[in-house]
């Protein structure tokens, strides 16, 4: 049986969208606001135009449209359905990879090299097993319980093995402490440790030499001096009495001022730079053209917790690692400029003081204030949230990273976010020749020169 076509299984993403919108009674704009997204973006998503990279924002909307646990199943199924389709045309190749199924009540995550959809993890509560692309089928009930027995005795039999090791010693087991996990353990979104070796930021490029930047999406271990991307230690500076931490994120550091607006700094003359993508294709195409943030850098963090225990966020700061004139080059801006009716509320970020802060911003909605983000702010496993930064420059070609603090349940910590391990960065474009996409004089689409 043939593959369905990439269109057909985007657009059955997004008819499913569009049935759990119409069981409520609000509209696009009052949806998106509650989501801290762009009206437009999420009337994309339900017409099927535009597949989200992350699945957090689906998972707020189907909670905000009363989706039962089924359906939202069926909207995972159907969003991993969707990215990889959109991935396969632009891949070249088939999407032929499988994914072993998560056990009864685990989790399941997908495969690490598919960079739409490696940071999302489904909880299975309802004790049925992820189905989707690459999943393999649920084993029959029969099976499954002879499996859980053999486990339970092999379990128990390396229990009593263990116990009877440790009387030649003279240590009963009370006495057994419990090895605490291994910190330089870099954690994915999904919530599965790697234990691979921790990696020390990179520093950040001279400012004759961009450095591409990564696809947003995976949360990074690194933390100042290259050790592990959270502490755990209390607010006495004792350690505290669980280990690791209980929340995860993602960043995207590809966001567009209302899903169009821009500016990308190229070491390129225009007829060596293909035309602007879509926001949705934005990091791979900067990547291959080695571009720069030009001006601004907008990072969408989502956040959420581990476990339904509160996890409350005390306080977001901005940490400048390098300074140095803006890049040399060329730049190309995204759209001809653009407006909606909707801005998002915000942390804006000045990177030419001398010691920036996250400044909480209120959003507009047609006129309604959306009320700005007020630290602390308390997130979990059901109640997510989305963080939107903006950072400015004019002066200089800055490397940065923020620091999320954290505290739950006695212990607190800090999570750094940054760029898969290195800083953001950001580049004034002043007095550069800046080009946009349009109509040339002779009536033929290229990228045109003009001041703005």
């Not at 109640?383 to 349940?409: F, K, N, R």
């Amino acid at each position: 049986m043939s593959a369905p076509e990439p269109q057909g299984e985007v657009q059955e993403f997004a008819a499913l969208l569009r049935r759990l919108k119409e069981r409520t009674d609000r509209s696009y704009g009052s949806l998106a606001r509650r989501l801290n997204m762009n009206t437009s973006t999420l009337h994309r998503y339900c017409a099927g135009d535009a597949v989200p990279v992350d699945f957090a924002p689906l998972e707020r909307f189907a909670a905000l449209c009363g989706a039962s646990a089924e359906e939202r199943m069926d909207l995972h199924r159907l969003w991993l359905s969707a990215v990889a389709a959109r991935q396969r045309p632009r891949a070249g190749e088939a999407a032929t990879e499988t994914t072993e199924a998560a056990p009864v009540g685990g989790t399941a995550t997908e495969p690490a090299d598919h960079a739409s959809v490696d940071d999302v993890s489904v909880d299975d509560t309802a004790g049925g097993v992820v189905s989707g692309p690459g999943v393999s089928s649920p084993r029959p009930w029969f099976r499954r319980r002879r499996v859980a027995v053999v486990a339970a005795g092999a379990v128990a039999l390396l229990a009593t093995l263990g116990s009877l090791s440790a009387l030649p010693s003279g240590r009963s087991g009370s006495d057994t402490v419990a090895e605490a996990p291994d910190p330089s353990a870099r954690t994915s979104a999904s919530g599965t440790p790697d234990h691979s070796p921790s990696k020390s930021p990179s520093p950040a490029a001279s400012s004759g030499s961009p450095t591409p930047q990564g696809t947003g999406g995976s949360p990074s271990a690194s933390a100042p001096g290259g050790g592990a991307g959270s502490k755990g230690t209390g607010r006495a500076g004792k350690q505290g009495s669980a280990t690791g931490t209980p929340l995860t994120w993602t960043a995207n550091s590809h966001v567009w001022f209302a899903g169009c607006g821009h500016d990308y700094v190229i070491d390129r003359p225009p007829a060596q730079v293909p035309p602007p993508p879509v926001a949705q294709d934005a990091a791979l195409w900067s990547a291959t053209q080695g571009a720069i943030h030009g001006r601004q850098t907008m990072v969408q963090i989502s956040v959420q917790g581990r476990s339904s225990t509160a996890v409350v966020l005390e306080d977001l700061r901005v940490r400048v690692v390098s300074r140095g004139a803006p890049v040399q080059g060329t730049a190309y801006a995204m759209d001809q400029g653009c407006g909606g009716a909707l801005t998002p509320r915000y942390f804006s970020v000045d990177l030419d003081k001398d010691r920036p802060i996250a400044q909480s911003r209120p959003g507009n909605d047609s006129g309604n204030v959306i009320p700005a983000v007020r630290m602390p702010y308390r997130v979990s496993s059901t109640d997510p949230e989305i963080l939107l930064v903006t950072a400015e420059t004019v002066t200089c070609d800055c490397g940065w990273y923020l620091e999320l603090d954290w505290s739950s349940q006695g212990r607190t910590g800090t999570v750094r976010v940054d760029d898969h391990g290195k800083p953001f960065r950001t580049t004034g474009i002043k007095g550069l020749p800046r080009y946009r996409y349009g109509t040339d004089a002779a009536g033929q689409r290229a990228w045109v020169e003009y001041d703005g």
